[in-house]
């Protein structure tokens, strides 16, 4: 969950949880949100009752000034473990308040809040990540461990994954269960084959599908998320997994081996276009697209199919 910092409304008091539907600058507390379970309310309630004390400015999107960003909570729903990360900018904390703390005094006590309070999970990070971007996203322009370790586990259809603050994994690891498996059914069972595994994340996919085929290769243009995926193929005892870091435009052009099989996990943008025109030109007889955007989805069949394929 990736919590915003600002106010209710103009000038009001400091707010920590969603964009408003329809408004980009008020923020809605959201203190029963039920999408989440309780121990993200808990670390949202405690968080922004430390920084109201504290009278420290959120990041002002006019202004351009502020310390406070977002507030990103990870849990795993197999291990139960919980990764909670600041983002603010490097401006001043005192700013507009000039009786705050110094940051590292600041965020000694941010941390210890948490600490102090007990969850049905299992805190094993606590991070503070530095955002100077203009834009309304959440950007590692570096990053420090207050507390334990910078990265938290998960475990799917038997494997264990490492998964780092940024990387991409599926938000709800019971559907990504399912969607894993209905993937590895489509593909089925190819003992001679090498899958590719395009957009591959931290290597979920293709892990999930090595079992059943002669060598899987993974490309993924986030380094750390990479990583990751080699890691986590180590741990998991799977020596036919490849990992690539690199646009997938680029990598196809690298390497030299040719896929039986393919399989699509774009971002929301979909797939590049001339990354898609050399995707067709492998030729291979089954690809499986997961998508989650339907626009790009549908652009995307619409090359697909002039290429020859099928829905």
């Known amino acids: 969950m990736e919590f915003s910092f600002g106010d209710a409304y103009k000038d009001g008091p400091l707010a920590l949880g969603m964009h ?142 490492k998964i780092t603050p940024f990387s991409f994994f599926q938000t709800n690891s019971l559907g990504a269960e399912v969607l894993y498996e209905t993937a590895r059914e489509f593909i089925g069972d190819t003992p001679d084959g090498v899958v590719f595994d395009l957009y591959s994340g931290t290597g979920t996919i293709a892990q999930m599908l090595s079992p059943a085929a002669k060598k899987v290769v993974g490309i993924e243009i986030v380094p750390e998320a990479v990583e990751a995926a080699r890691e986590n193929a180590v741990q998991n005892g799977l020596s036919n997994c490849e990992f690539y870091a690199g646009d997938v435009l680029k990598v196809l052009d690298e390497i030299g081996e040719r896929p039986d099989y393919i399989v699509l996990d774009p971002p929301r943008d979909g797939v590049h276009p001339k990354a898609l025109k050399k995707i067709i030109q492998y030729g291979v007889e089954k690809m499986v697209y997961i998508s989650c955007k339907p626009t790009s989805l549908a652009r995307d069949l619409v090359m697909l199919q002039e290429g020859g394929y099928v829905v």
């Not at 504290?54 to 473990?81: D, F, N, S």
């Not at 006590?109 to 007990?118: A, P, R």
């Open 20 to 161: 408003r539907r329809g408004g980009f600058y008020d923020i809605a507390d959201v203190t029963e949100c039920r999408i989440v379970d309780e121990d993200f309310r808990k670390i949202r309630k405690e968080t922004l009752s430390f920084f109201q004390k504290t009278g420290i400015p959120y990041y002002h999107k006019m202004r351009h000034t502020g310390y406070l960003r977002h507030l990103v909570v990870r849990k795993a729903a197999q291990t139960g473990e919980i990764l909670i990360d600041l983002v603010t900018t490097t401006q001043a904390v005192r700013g507009e308040a000039p009786d705050a703390p110094d940051e590292a005094a600041m965020l000694e006590g941010w941390k210890s809040v948490l600490l102090n309070e007990s969850y049905k999970g299992k805190i094993v990070g606590i991070l503070h990540t530095r955002n100077d971007r203009v834009s309304d996203t959440v950007t590692d322009e570096g990053t420090d461990i207050l507390y334990g370790r910078d990265f938290f586990h998960e475990e799917l259809l038997g494997l264990r994954f």
